[in-house]
């Protein structure tokens, strides 16, 4: 069977959704993949991975990376995970 909404949302990782925002902020796995000091084909398991576990194409790949309708969506709510975990990181910090 297929697994369940939350199950999905369990099975993304900080490191699939910062390579996927990697990627579409470079424009592609080589250079995402210098940014983050992992391999080309490091990121493009990662994003493979993260969108089985979304169940959607985020990607469109070819010579150029460029976001599907669904991954300037998910980009949008991935850059707001990203940052508001930097914020919570930074809070904690100052707090202890």
């Not at 975990?85 to 930074?90: F, G, K, N, V």
Request: with cysteine; charged share 25%; aromatic share 4%.
């Amino acid at each position: 069977t297929a697994p369940c909404r939350a199950d999905r949302t369990a099975m993304v990782t900080l490191r699939q959704l910062r390579a996927f925002v990697a990627v579409a902020r470079h424009g592609g796995f080589t250079r995402a993949g210098e940014a983050l000091h992992l391999s080309q084909s490091a990121v493009s398991l990662l994003v493979r991975d993260l969108e089985r576990a979304v169940g959607a194409r985020l990607l469109e790949r070819g010579r150029r990376v460029t976001l599907t309708d669904a991954g300037a969506e998910f980009l949008g709510a991935g850059l707001r995970v990203l940052g508001d975990l930097e914020l919570a990181i930074a809070n904690a910090r100052r707090a202890g």
